[in-house]
């Protein structure tokens, strides 16, 4: 808005040219002593695991998880998780709100222009003035004016927005590994799931052969061919199949509801008519294990972009040591009457630059910077720590794949050598050679071999879903477009 235009035209002009010349000098000595910094990412300090075998392949942060999962239930299953999981539409909420700080920031070194207009009537009593008579007057503005705009000089403004635009791309990073995190928990709990109707079909169906040996030997004891001592044995071991069955119910009723807590929506969780032990409802990556593709992990771009706008607080901190250069400017018109505020003669401007330095703040600039600096090298400790863990993520899942899936093939072997007991367990018995106790412990082993080879299958799977989680979980072709600033 335009103040109240006093002077000539000319003495304005001057001392405006004046304050014009200053100001481009300060602009020009601004290029030598910027304090901003923009120092490079540290090296990570990476641990070697010995013993791990890396092999080469596909890129598993570009491997889409529509190509990785082949099982058509579970591709619906991330399909409605991505789009109804509430933690993932908080990390998409959070990303947004920092995008609307890294603009709101970007525009603080704009100018704010604007129009305005006004009126101002005022009464002087008359012993304020010489004629002692009182006196009222009018004034009528209208103009275009600059409010406050500040000249970043020294990079202070432009490391602010620097800080939040990393901040808006480390939340941006943290969007993707939430979503790739939701892809793998979602793959793990159907996993768990499909193990759990699994063991309890075979818990089922061992419930119901054991209530048909226990009425077959009831009924021989009533008729004297066994003793009761038999039919308590074959009664216990159909007891201890129906506890089992019934834990089992209990535990896929809670993995039933986790997972669609998961997914956030109705989704068809009925037991499926394949078993888990028959296919692979999950792909077998085989990735390139390069440490510039393990920087692209998710978590770890997010603590690179973290440190990165510690960096730049640090230099906004270090502009606060220099002076602050505020313009202030308007023009227009201004007259005492309405119908001559846009008559000749009427015109009226004011130029209003200052220049600010702070020189005794009691220690608080250098205190902002000592906290700043401190928060560097905290971002730089958390990026070394992630990157280490990313490392041990990956050695991690490559050692479960590896031996879980020895562990699984050891299961298939146990299974068939507890078959062939169970088996010679019942002809012995049937010749007369063997106690009825021993055809029940064979039965009874041969029913944990089965349960024990479904959970190494599932362990199996875990591991390699593991393995794409290690890796990125395909986080890269999570990228939307819309995420870019």
Known sequence: MASKWRGRHGSGGGHA???????AAVCALAGCASPA?????????VPLFPGQAWPSGADALQLKWQDYFVDARL?????????NNRDLRMALHRSAQAR????????????????????DRSRVPGDLNLTGAPVIGSRHEAGLGVASWEIDLWGRLQNLQGAALENFLATQAGRRAAAASLVTQVAGGYLALRETDERLALARRFT?????????????????????LNVTQVETLWMQARALGAQLEQSRAAQAHALALLVGAPADLAPAADLLTERDPVGDADPGLTSDMLLHRPDIAAAEHQLQAEDA???????????RVVLTASAGTASAELEGLFASGSRAWVFSPHVSLPLFDGGRRRANLGM??????????NYEKTVQEAFRDVADALSARRWTAEQAAIAQGALAVQAERARLAQLRYDHGAAAYLEVLDAQRDLLAAEQQRVQARRLALAGRVGVYAALGGGSLSMTLASEAP
């Open 17 to 23: 040219a004046r304050w014009i010349a200053a100001v």
């Open 37 to 45: 910094r923009d120092d490079p990412a540290p090296p990570a300090v």
């Open 75 to 83: 591709r619906e299953l991330i399909a409605l998780a991505l789009e």
């Open 100 to 119: 609307a700080v890294f603009e709101a920031q970007r525009a603080e070194r704009f100018p704010v222009i604007g129009l305005s207009a006004g009126v």
């Open 208 to 228: 119901a052969s054991r209530a048909e040996s226990l009425r077959i030997f009831t009924r021989r004891m009533e008729e004297g061919a066994t003793s009761r």
């Open 313 to 323: 607080n640090v230099g906004a901190a270090r502009a606060a040591f220099f002076p």
């Open 372 to 381: 700043a600096e401190a928060r560097r090298q905290q971002a730089v400790a």
